[in-house]
């Protein structure tokens, strides 16, 4: 009996530092892409996918994410610190990604995503993240934020941000978020209801100047165009499918061959207070 209990405690120590090794290596099995897909699908898809995607860079996939962008890798295995993804979303490189932030990726998410790339960017198993939904609309339904966030955030965005190509966001307008886009800050640019009346429309139009985005052409699609003008005669909708107010006294201002300012009715139609030829 003596002898057992020595003999165990003998041991003792090498069956905890095992146990503790063990537990090490656990803590350490390097995360693969389906461990950073969910980051990406809920702070980047909404511009970093189809077609449409900022220089063709796409993160809606592990085969998409690798690929890059139309200037290279933005992904360099077992060197977060050379890769250009790393440096967007820390602020290293500007614009500071995601575009809709603050706020941005939180520092365990990004120190998730810098383990990922250091180990090795590994595929891992194959599993789906959730991406959000592209469909076209049914007939009838209203066209909400959620529908248009691709468009306005992958398109206009990036220079309408705190820090974006340009700089400031021209003329202090953001477009990487809800609140920012019908903001009636200094002058309202998305009338619900009334989209010849809306700034933000006629740009993208052409009907007033500068038409955006800036860097066009390409300008936004036909379709494009068109799914926003609906967004706005259908209320400006949020996410959640509520209506905006409508921004009664808010200024307006349109420039193209005359220069018209006005004011917003409670009825959403506008009271023109100066016209004026340019």
């Given at each position: 009996?003596?002898?057992?209990?020595?003999?165990?405690?003998?041991?003792?120590?090498a069956?905890?530092?095992a146990?503790?090794?063990?537990?090490?290596?656990?803590?350490?099995?390097?995360?693969t892409?389906?461990?950073?897909?969910?980051?990406?699908?809920?702070r980047?898809?909404?511009?970093?996918q189809?077609?449409?995607?900022?220089?063709?860079?796409?993160?809606?996939?592990?085969?998409?994410?690798?690929?890059?962008?139309?200037?290279?890798?933005?992904?360099?295995?077992?060197?977060?610190?050379?890769?250009?993804l790393?440096?967007?979303?820390?602020?290293?490189?500007?614009?500071?990604m995601?575009?809709?932030?603050?706020?941005?990726?939180?520092?365990?998410?990004?120190?998730?995503?810098?383990?990922?790339?250091n180990?090795?960017?590994?595929?891992?198993?194959?599993?789906a993240?959730?991406?959000?939904?592209?469909?076209e609309?049914?007939?009838?339904?209203?066209?909400t934020?959620?529908?248009?966030?691709?468009?306005?955030?992958?398109?206009?965005?990036?220079?309408?941000?705190?820090?974006?190509l340009?700089g400031?966001?021209?003329e202090?307008?953001?477009?990487?978020?809800?609140?920012?886009?019908?903001s009636?800050?200094?002058?309202?640019?998305?009338?619900?209801?009334?989209?010849?009346?809306?700034?933000l429309?006629?740009r993208?139009?052409?009907e007033?100047?500068?038409r955006?985005?800036?860097?066009g052409?390409p300008?936004?699609s036909?379709?494009?165009?068109?799914?926003?003008?609906?967004?706005?005669a259908?209320?400006?909708?949020?996410?959640?499918?509520?209506?905006?107010?409508?921004?009664?006294g808010?200024?307006?201002?349109?420039?193209?061959?005359?220069?018209?300012?006005?004011v917003?009715?409670?009825?959403?139609?506008?009271?023109?207070?100066?016209?004026?030829?340019?």
């Amino acid at each position: 009996m003596a002898d057992r209990v020595s003999r165990t405690a003998t041991h003792a120590p090498a069956v905890i530092a095992a146990l503790v090794a063990f537990g090490s290596v656990q803590a350490q099995v390097a995360p693969t892409f389906v461990d950073v897909a969910q980051i990406l699908a809920e702070r980047c898809v909404v511009c970093h996918q189809g077609e449409a995607a900022p220089l063709g860079l796409r993160l809606d996939s592990y085969a998409n994410a690798m690929k890059g962008s139309q200037k290279g890798p933005v992904i360099k295995p077992g060197e977060a610190q050379a890769s250009e993804l790393l440096r967007r979303v820390r602020g290293e490189s500007l614009p500071r990604m995601p575009l809709t932030g603050p706020p941005w990726l939180s520092e365990a998410q990004i120190a998730l995503i810098e383990r990922w790339v250091n180990a090795g960017a590994a595929e891992g198993a194959p599993a789906a993240a959730k991406t959000p939904p592209v469909g076209e609309k049914r007939p009838g339904d209203p066209v909400t934020y959620a529908d248009v966030a691709p468009i306005l955030v992958g398109r206009c965005a990036k220079c309408h941000t705190e820090t974006g190509l340009m700089g400031a966001a021209p003329e202090g307008y953001l477009l990487n978020g809800y609140r920012n886009t019908i903001s009636a800050a200094d002058r309202v640019r998305v009338v619900p209801g009334n989209p010849g009346a809306s700034e933000l429309l006629r740009r993208i139009r052409g009907e007033s100047r500068p038409r955006m985005p800036f860097d066009g052409p390409p300008y936004l699609s036909t379709r494009e165009i068109a799914q926003v003008e609906k967004w706005i005669a259908d209320g400006a909708r949020d996410e959640n499918g509520h209506p905006a107010p409508i921004p009664a006294g808010a200024r307006v201002r349109f420039r193209g061959a005359q220069e018209v300012r006005g004011v917003v009715q409670p009825d959403g139609s506008i009271s023109v207070t100066r016209s004026r030829r340019r």
